[in-house]
């Protein structure tokens, strides 16, 4: 079974950083795309940032571009996310995904499709 697992979220105030990470398990993780996404109260979920199984694509919503970077370490099946200079507006809960069926798209694709398989949620809180 494919599964994945975040961390990392927490309680940081405006202007921290956090390190958010996703352990994914069940599948051969280097031959597939792997993203996050989150979903704010009250709001759409968004795609953050997906990042192609090559690593030749990487997409960023405009919301964290220039703050947040995600990169992978296909040694350890594992899926991060650098998040800096939070802002208020970055709470929510933030998902990882990967997306099995379909390769060799680009990370922008992913990242405003969806993708197939999802983790549990972790929680960000930026306070003021």
């Known amino acids: 079974d494919v599964q994945l697992q975040a961390s990392g979220g927490g309680l940081v105030q405006a202007g921290g950083s956090l390190t958010l990470s996703c352990v994914v398990s069940g599948f051969t993780f280097d031959d597939y795309a792997v993203g996050w996404f989150r979903r704010a109260p009250g709001k759409e979920r968004e795609g953050v940032s997906c990042?192609?199984?090559?690593?030749?694509?990487?997409y960023y919503a405009d919301s964290v571009k220039g703050r947040f970077t995600i990169s992978r370490d296909n040694a350890k099946n594992t899926v991060y996310l650098q998040m800096n200079s939070l802002k208020p507006e970055d709470t929510a809960v933030y998902y990882c995904?990967?997306?099995?069926?379909?390769?060799?798209?680009?990370?922008?694709?992913?990242?405003?499709?969806?993708?197939?398989?999802w983790g549990k949620g972790t929680l960000v809180t930026v306070s003021s």
């Open positions: 995904a990967t997306d099995v069926r379909r390769i060799g798209y680009s990370g922008s694709y992913y990242c405003h499709s969806g993708m197939d398989y």
């Open positions: 990042i192609s199984s090559s690593d030749a694509s990487t």
